[in-house]
């Protein structure tokens, strides 16, 4: 499926990102132009799938799933930072666990496989080691089905008694940054309008999905080649 290589791909490109930052590089600090960073992070999933089923001539049916559930995950940007403010870019991929069956309870089961954005950052610093922002931009949401009690054939997207499709949609959130000089804690919340994951399912309905997430996370980030020797934003105003 073109949206699991798009997310894999994110994820291997973060995860090397991540493994360069371990290795000694120049310096890179806030009094130049830029920052690049790399985080990760858990995560908390809070979603609600709008489920509609429509028999071979038959009439629709609504339904709902909330497959809430943990992840971890991984983050890369870069911030350009402009005084008091910073603009910059994101982009993260994380893995999920939640699964629900529908309601009215129902031998189908729905859940989550993965979850990714891109998005803009714009912040503010409060002090010299807290900022507040916000963030927009798109996101990918991996979605399951499974039938229980059926052992036949997924088809192209699945398999045994599971399909797999993709949601897609506009993000947006907010969160604080806080420098603790080694690294950057941060606490993340995302709100997600999802749609566009249609397919017939094992009993001949044709379904069709969307719905919202919300996610909140915790995490650290890292400063990829900084040298904090010489961070002047955090060092006494004697010694600049």
Do not use: C
Not at 50 to 73: C, E
Not at 164 to 191: A, P, S
């Amino acid at each position: 499926m073109a949206a699991r290589r798009y997310v894999d791909i994110i994820a291997g490109a973060l995860a090397l990102a991540a493994g360069g930052a371990l290795e000694k590089a120049h310096a890179q600090n806030w009094d130049g132009s830029g920052l690049v960073r790399f985080g990760v992070f858990l995560q908390g999933s809070f979603i609600d799938y709008d489920i509609a089923q429509t028999p071979l001539g038959g009439s629709t049916s609504k339904f709902s799933a909330s497959p809430n559930g943990l992840g971890v995950g991984v983050s890369a940007g870069y911030d350009l930072r402009l005084g008091s403010f910073v603009v910059g870019a994101e982009a993260d991929a994380s893995f999920d666990d939640g699964s629900a069956k529908s309601r009215p309870v129902t031998r189908e089961q729905y859940g989550i496989d993965f979850f990714s954005t891109v998005r803009g950052r714009l912040g503010y610093f409060l002090n010299p080691s807290l900022m507040v922002y916000g963030t927009a931009g798109y996101s990918l949401l991996g979605g399951e089905y499974k039938l229980n009690g059926f052992t036949g054939t997924g088809g192209a997207t699945g398999s045994g008694n599971k399909k797999y499709g993709t949601l897609d949609g506009f993000v947006y959130g907010g969160g604080l940054e806080y420098d603790l000089g080694w690294g950057i804690g941060f606490l993340e919340y995302l709100h997600s309008d999802l749609s566009g994951w249609d397919f017939l399912n094992f009993q001949g309905s044709r379904t069709s999905i969307d719905g919202t997430q919300d996610v909140v996370r915790i995490g650290m980030k890292f400063k990829v080649g900084h040298d904090y020797g010489h961070d002047v934003y955090r060092r006494p105003e004697t010694m600049k």
